[in-house]
């Protein structure tokens, strides 16, 4: 049973395109994390959102946190070649940290 | 800040070998470190959850025998996958956090294993 759902897995779009990526659960998390990886490197942190509803940007990608905690979603605009990679949520639950991490989403942005 | 080093960053091994993967954090002191398993194009798999000092919390699944963690010190954990088969043959990554419980983890490199 998959507890974080994200989607779409695999997106191959144009340079200059906008796309969303959605991560999606029936449990509460306490925090959700947004990890951008590339082939043969570890993940890099993009941005920790913590409250319902709070909304971040950094520089042109916009990640939201659903109202009661169980879902979120990164926004891309105007997608770069350079925004290609693995992009990974992650939720933490319970006192220990764990991370529970959905399947991931491929993005191939092509010039 | 925040940086996580890992040490091979890939490793070629013989089957029967055992093979050990440091974990690093540089900048900070980490209560708690993670290690992650993860097949090409996948998510990564937790495999385990280290604290100083303390015995290592396996997921479900993972055998604690195969895959020894060593958590000496706030800024060292340790993976030695023993008696290594081609089946272990993976990317191993470790994450680190400053905050227990935060869920806020930061990454190190991984290391490429492969069992010939």
């Known amino acids: 049973t998959q507890l974080l759902e994200q989607s779409p897995q695999f997106l191959s779009i144009q340079e200059g395109e906008n796309l969303t990526v959605y991560c999606n659960s029936s449990?509460?998390?306490?925090?959700l994390q947004w990890y951008r990886q590339e082939p043969g490197e570890g993940p890099v942190l993009l941005v920790t959102?913590?409250?319902?509803?709070e909304v971040k940007k950094l520089k042109r990608l916009t990640f939201q946190f659903g109202d009661a905690r169980k879902d979120s979603s990164l926004h891309i605009t105007a997608a770069q070649p350079g925004d290609t990679g693995l992009y990974l949520c992650?939720?933490?639950?319970?006192?220990?940290?764990?991370?529970?991490f959905g399947q991931g989403t491929e993005l191939s942005v092509k010039p | 800040g925040a940086v996580v080093s890992q040490h091979p960053s890939w490793v070629i091994c013989k089957s029967g070998t055992s093979v050990k993967i440091e974990c690093r954090s540089l900048d900070f002191q980490a209560t708690t470190m993670f290690w992650y398993r993860q097949f090409p194009k996948q998510s990564l798999m937790l495999m385990a959850t280290s604290n100083e000092g303390s015995k290592a919390t396996y997921e479900q699944g993972v055998e604690k025998d195969k895959f020894l963690i060593n958590h000496a010190s706030l800024t060292l954990s340790t993976l030695t996958v023993t008696s290594a088969h081609p089946e272990d043959s993976s990317f191993y990554i470790c994450?680190?956090?400053?905050?227990?419980?935060?869920?806020?983890?930061?990454f190190g490199p991984g290391t490429r294993l492969t069992v010939t």
């Open positions: 992650a939720g933490a639950r319970g006192q220990g940290g764990k991370l529970i």
């Open positions: 449990s509460v998390f306490s925090s």
């Open positions: 994450s680190a956090s400053i905050t227990r419980g935060s869920g806020e983890q930061y």
């Open positions: 959102v913590v409250t319902g509803g």
